[in-house]
């Protein structure tokens, strides 16, 4: 992706509005005006809709939130602990929760309002960085939750990943607005978010989930014969 000057003022502006006002309530032309454009139709030259303004809000930040989950992943591997639950909430949460301590970001209020917008599912938005993560974090989530079935392990990242990016934005609004002090110090919060998610993705499946897996009675298709 190019990184012009004018590109990246209106890629940080847009991701400001979108944060603030939410997806549906901003257009192309508000935020080339707000990006202090002479031409009121900059942002949609650059990137055509909204949708595409969005992706590329993601390509700009997900290569340092990436390669900093790489970071964990890899070092992880190294201790011994890749097969733990907690190593894959480190690996979704503290790139993510690091951001709040980028000089005036709005990044993770953005994230939670396009993970509101598109849906909160880890597979389809790239608001956990799932999409374009290196294989090894791949591995990662299938030694810490391989043995749980496909759909509750869907269903873990997508609760786990909601809890992180919504936790995290709270957290960027608190500071944006200096009232972070009536909240855990930094370490301590996201230390305590990874507890919770870890939570969320270790718990035990209780046999009335199974149950509720299991296809009514007299559905099973008859064997032949």
């Known amino acids: 992706m190019s990184r012009t000057p004018t590109r990246e003022r209106l ?6 509005l979108f944060a603030v006002h939410g997806i549906d309530a901003v257009s192309l032309r508000q935020i080339s005006v707000a990006a202090s454009q002479r031409n009121n139709s900059a942002a949609q030259y650059h990137f055509g809709n909204k949708e595409e303004l969005i992706r590329a809000i993601f390509g700009f930040r997900l ?5 900093r989950r790489e970071d964990l992943v890899r070092e992880s591997v ?25 000089g005036g970001s709005f990044y993770l209020r953005f994230l939670a309002r396009v993970h509101q917008h598109m849906g ?15 294989p090894e974090f791949g591995r990662l989530i299938d030694l810490a ?3 749980l079935p496909t759909a509750v392990r869907r269903n873990r990242l997508r609760l786990g ?3 992180a990016v919504h936790a995290t934005a709270d957290r960027e609004q608190r500071v944006h607005e200096g009232q ?3 909240v855990l110090p930094p370490a301590a919060f996201v230390a305590d978010l990874v507890d919770a998610v870890v939570g969320i993705l270790a718990a035990p499946v ?18 032949a014969g």
């Open 161 to 163: 990943g909601s809890l």
């Open 180 to 182: 972070a002090h009536d």
């Open 11 to 16: 890629l940080l502006t847009a991701e400001r």
């Open 63 to 67: 290569v340092a939130i990436n390669a």
């Open 206 to 223: 209780s046999a009335q989930v199974l149950a509720a897996l299991e296809p009514p009675t007299g559905s099973r298709p008859a064997r």
């Open 78 to 102: 190294r201790t011994g602990v890749d097969q733990e639950p907690r190593a894959l909430a480190e690996a979704m949460v503290r790139p993510l929760a690091e951001q709040i301590d980028v």
């Open 145 to 147: 939750l391989g043995h």
């Open 120 to 134: 909160a599912s880890t597979y389809a938005l790239p608001a956990m960085g799932l999409e374009g993560s290196s």
